[in-house]
């Protein structure tokens, strides 16, 4: 009996098609850079990402 392949979602963040399986731990993103960027989104006072976001608004003095 063949393994049964895990369904697939849309990422939340970008999109991308990611499999909803126990092996993706980032589940349902696609990674844990999408997963951080979108709770990043809710708390971004606390969790930067310091890479690849070169600009934050309201973030110069
Ligand atoms: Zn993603």
Do not use: Q, Y
Not at 20 to 26: E, L
């Amino acid at each position: 009996m063949p393994e049964r392949p895990a369904p697939e979602v849309n990422c939340p963040h970008c999109g991308k098609k990611t499999p909803f399986s126990p092996d993706n731990r980032w589940r349902p993103f696609c990674s844990e850079r999408c997963r951080m960027v979108d709770l990043g989104e809710w708390f971004n006072e606390e969790k930067r990402i310091p890479e690849d976001s070169p600009d934050w608004p309201g973030d110069e003095s």
